[in-house]
């Protein structure tokens, strides 16, 4: 599932576009406020004049604290006891340049600097907008990064979902396979035309799997007993199929047989060393299951005596689908491993949390 992205960024002219809106309104505020007090405090002829250039050197300083501030959080640390300090100082620093580009158009324009009665107010003013900005800023950019945590978490939700989805369809593929079930009823067919009694015990086996298999395709969970006569059922049918090509060796333990393990898993291990290692070898070979408890963990191994890892054998789709169900059910406590046999073959196994047992 492809990622779908959390914001849409704003190109450049966007970008500067709001930046000298809120620059325009903030020294328009500034302005109005400086004219009024010099106004009371020493009325001008020309308060409209007066007004304007307030309007202009706020202008210049308002920008000034702003470019500082956007583009302070991108070189910022993350870690909060490095983050902070850093604002702090990038707080006190557009303050300072805000103050300096008035100082500098005030010199520029009148040829003088900014009296000894105005810088005080000056730099008050200048300090208390980058700090304000500055920690509006700071929680906008906190804010951000935790919509998109939560988005991103959501997506991994949905994606995991679709994975368990797929997974269950696959397990649905594995269990009424079209060429398995129209071969096994070709060979029923054909054993019950020359050998009866041979038809009639491959067909109980595949009514069995069959059985056995439907009522649990859209189950949550099973117990090891009944994935045992599932798998015995279908191994059945198969070794009818392959005749002495298949040898099957199955030991779970009695004991193990109520635990709750996730459905069809091992069933398709099963099918994947069929499929991949022993039926494209002439004279077959041996497939063995079994299940474990090592460590308080439930250990669940198909092995073969097949190709082998070759090409393609760790990344199909069954194999993909198993490991995001195992994903889904338990996080990073179950896994799937895949490892050579000796002497040759595949041995692949489930591990499950005790609590999954």
Not at 68 to 94: N, Y
Not at 219 to 240: H, K, M, N, P, W
Not at 272 to 294: D, F, M
Request: proline share 5%; glycine share 8%.
């Amino acid at each position: 599932m492809a990622s779908v992205p959390f914001q849409r960024h704003r190109s450049w002219f966007e970008t500067l576009v709001i930046l000298l809106s809120m620059c325009a309104a903030l020294a328009s505020m500034l302005a109005l406020f400086e004219t009024l007090f010099f106004f009371f405090k020493d009325p001008l002829p020309d308060a409209w004049d007066d007004f304007v250039w307030c309007w202009q050197r706020a202008f210049v300083a308002v920008t000034a604290v702003l470019l500082t501030l956007a583009a302070s959080p991108r070189w910022l640390p993350e870690r909060r006891p490095l983050r902070w300090p850093g604002l702090a100082l990038t707080i006190i620093a557009a303050g300072a340049l805000g103050w300096l580009a008035e100082d500098t158009l005030t010199l520029l324009v009148s040829g003088e600097h900014i009296s000894a009665g105005e810088r005080p107010y000056m730099l008050h003013t200048m300090f208390v907008l980058a700090t304000f900005v500055g920690v509006l800023g700071e929680y906008r950019w906190r804010s951000l990064r935790a919509a998109a945590a939560l988005h991103e978490a959501e997506l991994n939700r949905i994606r995991l979902q679709g994975e368990l989805a797929t997974g269950r369809l696959q397990v649905l593929q594995a269990q009424i396979e079209p060429h398995f079930l129209f071969n096994s009823l070709a060979n029923v067919r054909r054993l019950l035309r020359i050998d009866g009694e041979a038809g009639r015990a491959m067909l109980a086996d595949l009514m069995r799997y069959l059985e056995s298999a439907l009522p649990r395709m859209r189950d949550d969970s099973s117990t090891l007993g009944r994935e045992a006569e599932l798998i015995r059922a279908f191994l059945a049918v198969y070794q009818v199929r392959m005749g002495r090509r298949l040898q099957v060796h199955i030991d779970v333990p009695a004991e193990l047989s109520g635990r709750v393990v996730p459905p069809m898993m091992l069933l398709t291990l099963i099918e994947n060393a069929l499929k991949h290692g022993l039926g494209p070898l002439p004279e077959g070979g041996a497939i063995s299951i079994g299940a474990a408890e090592v460590d308080g963990r439930l250990v669940l191994r198909v092995a073969d005596t097949g190709h082998g890892l070759v090409a393609g054998s760790g990344g199909g789709r069954g194999l993909a689908n198993l490991r995001a169900r195992l994903k889904v059910m338990h996080g990073a406590a179950a896994g799937l491993s895949l490892r050579l046999n000796e002497p040759h073959g595949v041995v692949a196994e489930i591990e499950l949390p005790a609590q999954a047992a």
